[in-house]
């Protein structure tokens, strides 16, 4: 009768997109088949297979008196795997940070928010005004594979050290402070900006004093935070 002699898959558990080798041999079979994805083969023989999920494959012999004997192996593909790192974690405004990340058995992969369909594995430069949680989702085997990195974003500060008014002169000494700023302009009591002051922790400024009020700004990419006015007659 007929006999299946050998039937092995090699190796039985793989990454998507790996490769399976099926080997097999009968006897006293008229023909074989093998299933699901690949039909009729030889009597014996050996092929290579790249399944896309979990499979049983089963080989089938056809004897010459008619019956068939089936022998099954079954393949695991491992499910997939993300993984999303963000450096640095923390920047100030209009400074960047690179997102890296790496996935296995992975059909398709993106990255949310605004940055959409990516490659497998990568980098990306981002460079948001505010904190931001960034998320990789991977499809793959056994479901999508998900991570998450948050990205701090350290907020404008400005702070009024001093500003004093010289009735000897009719003029005003403004003092500020400031933090995470990429540049620092100064207003003028007629709406005249002076832009691009120094960024130090503290500066000096000698300004016209026509009216009570003079207001430091902070200027950042794509924003702007200013500080609050202050009475120049305090």
């Known amino acids: ?3 299946i002699v050998d039937f092995a898959a090699e190796p039985t558990s793989i990454r998507l997109g790996e490769q399976v080798t099926l080997r097999w041999s009968t006897a006293w079979s008229i023909g074989a088949a093998i299933a699901p ?3 009729a083969v030889a009597s014996a023989g050996e092929m290579r297979v790249s399944p896309a999920d979990d499979t049983t494959y089963v080989l089938t012999a056809q004897g010459y008196d008619g019956p068939i004997e089936a022998a099954a192996e079954k393949v695991t593909v491992a499910p997939v795997e993300a993984k999303l790192v963000v450096e640095p974690q923390s920047i100030a405004p209009g ?3 690179t997102l890296r990340w790496t996935t ?22 981002v460079a948001p005004n505010e904190p931001t949680a960034y998320t990789l989702i991977a499809f793959g085997p056994h479901g999508p594979a998900i991570d998450r990195v948050s990205l701090h974003v350290n907020s404008v500060r400005i702070t009024f050290t001093k500003v004093e008014r010289r009735l000897f002169d009719n ?9 995470n700023c990429q540049r620092v302009d100064l207003m003028e009591p007629n709406g005249r900006w002076i832009r691009n002051l120094p960024q130090k922790r503290q500066s000096h400024l000698n300004i016209c004093a026509a009216q009570n009020r003079q207001m430091v700004a902070a200027r950042l990419w794509r924003r702007q935070v200013a500080g609050r006015a202050r009475d120049i007659s305090e």
């Open 171 to 179: 003029r005003a000494v403004v003092s500020w402070t400031t933090e």
């Open 104 to 125: 296995r058995s992975a059909t398709s992969v993106s990255i949310a928010p605004d940055i959409g369909a990516v490659d497998n594995s990568g980098t990306h430069e």
């Open 1 to 3: 009768p007929v006999r």
């Open 37 to 39: 994805g690949v039909g």
């Open 95 to 97: 400074q960047t940070a």
